[in-house]
């Protein structure tokens, strides 16, 4: 047994120093390397511990000096003076529909037509007042001959013509009322043409193929809105209210296109609070660059003229996720809590506003991301 233990221990020695001579002298490479980085858990999940923090480098949040800013949500809505209604005077039946809710038509387009009996009535008296002034004409023109000539008294002539002016007016007024209820006296018709009053967008339909038209008693067929500046309309809670005021400008954010910021108007801060809400409506008007649609959410952000102090910290700092916003902060030695913070504006030299969350002087992790891409590892 000794003898066996002695050969095994000699066979050992003698294959180290074969792997050795083997090696050249050099040294293994990985023992030159630096130590891998671990980051392991608190228990808190938001704490984390880093074996070597040096590769984190801090920054330390500035001062940054902003305006108090309020933020209210609202939705796009066309602007009331700039929606036109389409009606129809004429009475009817729908036999076409040629636009359909939310389509884009051009002033003088054709909407729909009308199948009208007004308007085969309206045909039919300036049919007769045409005829009637003819007649007038013919027997006026013979009046004045005869009363050139000594035929007939005075009377008798201003009497042929108050009939040819009576027949002129009631051309006239036949021919207007076709005019009104949509017809041409060049092509006339029971049909009667409906067309856009301006261009825009059709943002209410109230009818169908086939459907009744009753005037101007009846739902306006379709409301056709400009939509090339619209409204915004806020709540603005009454605790708020101190800090809109109608002149002043508002940044507006939407919800589809969060990372676009438009600039509109305050043009009225409602005089009626909601009773249930608590809150004001507030008018903000704002040009549309062709994205904007009716019923959109947007946020408004109002600024006021009181200053405040915040921190700001380099964008890279801030780690996005599950729609927050969080940066880490040094806690110890090698120790860094993530911190939940409200990013504000985007700041000039890559720099970001942070509403709340750390305070001016507060160091962070400069680079989030790196610090989060390891501890998921």
């Known amino acids: 047994m000794k003898r066996a233990s002695l050969a095994t221990t000699a066979a050992f020695f003698t294959a180290s120093v074969f792997l ?60 009331i003076s700039r929606s036109v209604p389409v009606i129809s005077l004429a009475t009817g039946r ?30 039919s008296d300036y049919r007769k007042a045409v005829a009637d002034e003819k007649l007038a004409k013919i027997q006026f023109d013979r009046a004045k001959l005869l009363y050139d000539k000594g035929a007939i008294s005075l009377n008798d002539f201003q009497t042929a013509e108050d009939v040819e002016n009576k027949a002129q007016v009631d051309v006239e007024n036949t021919t207007e009322r076709l005019r009104v209820l949509g017809g041409n006296i060049d092509h006339p018709a029971a049909i009667v043409d409906i067309r856009a009053p301006i261009s825009g967008v059709i943002t ?37 209210l101190a800090n809109v ?14 990372e676009k910021v438009f600039t509109g108007r305050i043009s009225n801060v409602g005089p009626v609070l909601d009773p249930t809400l608590r809150a004001a409506k507030v008018r903000i ?14 946020t408004a952000t109002f600024h006021g003229q009181k200053r405040e102090t915040r921190a700001a910290v380099p964008a890279a700092a801030i780690l996005h996720l599950h729609d927050r916003d969080w940066v880490y902060v040094p806690i110890g030695s090698n120790k860094f809590r993530r911190t939940e913070v409200a990013a504000g504006s985007a700041l000039p030299d890559k720099m ?8 001016p002087g507060q160091q962070v992790v400069l680079n989030a991301l790196v610090l989060q891409n390891t501890v998921e590892q």
């Open 20 to 79: 050795a001579a083997c090696s050249g002298g050099k040294a293994d490479p990985k023992a030159e390397a630096p130590p891998p980085v671990t980051v392991e858990h608190e228990q808190d999940l938001n704490v984390v511990q880093a074996d070597h923090p040096e590769q984190y480098p801090l920054a330390a949040a500035v001062v940054y000096e902003a305006r108090s800013q309020l933020n209210a949500t609202g939705t796009v809505s066309p602007d």
């Open 94 to 123: 729908v036999v076409e529909v040629d636009a359909r809710l939310g389509d884009v038509v051009k002033k003088g387009q054709l909407l729909l037509r009308v199948q009208s009996a007004d308007m085969s009535a309206a045909f």
């Open 204 to 240: 209410d339909q109230q009818v169908t193929s086939a459907s009744g038209l009753a005037g101007l008693g009846s739902p306006n067929p379709f409301t056709i809105s400009d939509l090339s500046n619209v409204w915004i309309l806020c709540d603005v809670y009454e605790n708020d």
């Open 245 to 258: 005021h109608v002149g002043e400008s508002a940044e507006i954010r939407l919800n589809a296109y969060p």
């Open 285 to 298: 008007e704002v040009h549309n660059p062709g994205i904007m649609r009716v019923g959109m959410f947007v």
């Open 352 to 359: 970001q506003e942070i509403v709340s969350g750390i305070k």
